[in-house]
């Protein structure tokens, strides 16, 4: 169990839903009644950290007023350790006043209140609770003044200072230093980097001038598409979970409160605890409202839990389309075997059948996986370079569209997968049912390029508005293919020309392959109690019509 302290800021929101606004000297009748929640970014931290299982402990300022009292009362309902509130009679408990009109168009008023009277001293009396933290959490709505104080009792300590730039502005060079780790989204990065945020390497870019700055860890959110995370050593991209989202209030809140409850104080767990905030943020946008909408351990867990499950379905779905296909393969011919987790299941059910019927099928890899797969089977293989046919290939696929095009390379074996593909008399892609789609626009394309020519066809892509960004390890180095190259992965834009791009991409220097199959494919399996078979000739038969 982590040990947390948030210090930031309380609000109540005062929502009045009204049918129009009011003009100049207008008095309007209403209907409803004002409602009020609880916000804030520093209090909605704490509720998502405590409600995720950490020893929560807030450093707050509120009012002596019926406000204060009812937060006082929901953070002590979630088990957040509230010793070390601290109260004014100067100031009512900050509060936003917020109408909304029919058409959902809001205007909001901030009062900082009781937050704005949180000092320095106010921390320094409470600093006990803070040395003995395994990490410390703040965000901008309070004086800069007292997250300065907090950080450096934190320091002092050995305790992870998180600093959460919201709202974006400026910052003293001083707190900057004091910060271990900092959590932007793609306008706060900017505000304080000046460099924005439009891909991944700008991402990269905007890390570096934190880490010159003295921060070590870089979490960059960047709403729906998920969050980037960087370290000196290691950076990569985690994708949010799809989900329809009704209000994204709190949601990034949620996001570093989860965070900051599961991340391992060596940070050796990032990715797996960046996924852990992602899904909680992903439960969050689903619900109205702030800090009712912040999810539960057991909540997390329980769709993760689904997800698991939904994973094991696609699983099953692979290994029926794999059986699918191993059972009408026929005897005596040359078999190319594809790459990645879907061939690997088909592997299996040919290797199966070969033993069981003794049939004569020698098979040629595409991939160094494959080959070492197929080799501890005891399966029969032949070197690509003494063969200049195969009879039929079966592999996977990462997307397939409607003319039965798809994008292949997932597992950096582009190369040997597109020559054995080429040299097949007939291609089989087997797939789960999320790989068909209706276009490619959007999709992650793979791009095979020399080592030494990489950064010449990086500038192309980037310049022809691609968004590149070179695939890295787990381990922060840049992943090499089976053919030692390196890989590019770049966005297929809007309607793109698929022809045109493929034609485009062979044609610079220092490219070696690309993930674009065009005009492959002659039939496609897809997995499931009942498999669907699409075929190339169907397609063409029905264009004809």
Known sequence: MKNVVVVGSTNVDKVLNVEKYALP???LAINSYQQSHGGGKGANQAIAAARSGAQTTFITKLGND????NMLTGFQND????DHLVTTDQAQTGKAYITVDQSGQNSIYVYGGANMELTAADVEAHQEVIAQADRVIAQLEIPLPAIIA?????KAHGVQTILNPAPAKELPEELLRLTDVITPNETEAQTLTGIEVADEVSMLDNAMVFFSKGISMVIITVGSKGAFYATPQAHGFIPAFKVKAVDTTAAGDTFIGALASQLEMDNSNIEDAMLYANRASSLTVQIAGAQNSIPTREQIEAANQKTNHSKEQIERQKEQAAQYVAARIPDHIVLGLGSGTTAAYFVKAIHDRIEKEHLDIECVATSVGTQQLAEKLGMRMLDVNTIDAVDVTVDGADVVDDHLDGIKGGGAALLFEKLVANMSKRNVWIVDERKPRHSLEGQMLPVEVIPFGGMGVFRY??????HPAFRFQENGDIMATDSGNYLIDITIPKDADLQALSENLK???????H???????????VGGD?????????LKQDERK
């Open 25 to 27: 000297g207008e008095t």
């Open 461 to 466: 892509l980037r310049d022809n508005g691609y």
């Open 79 to 82: 088990h957040i350790n509230v």
């Open 507 to 513: 044609k610079q220097t220092g490219v070696v392959e």
């Open 66 to 69: 019926e406000d204060g009292q």
């Open 150 to 154: 907090a950080f450096k009792i934190a």
């Open 530 to 538: 009942q498999v669907k078979v699409v075929k190339r000739e169907d």
């Open 515 to 525: 993930g674009l199959f065009l005009n492959i494919c002659d039939e496609m399996v």
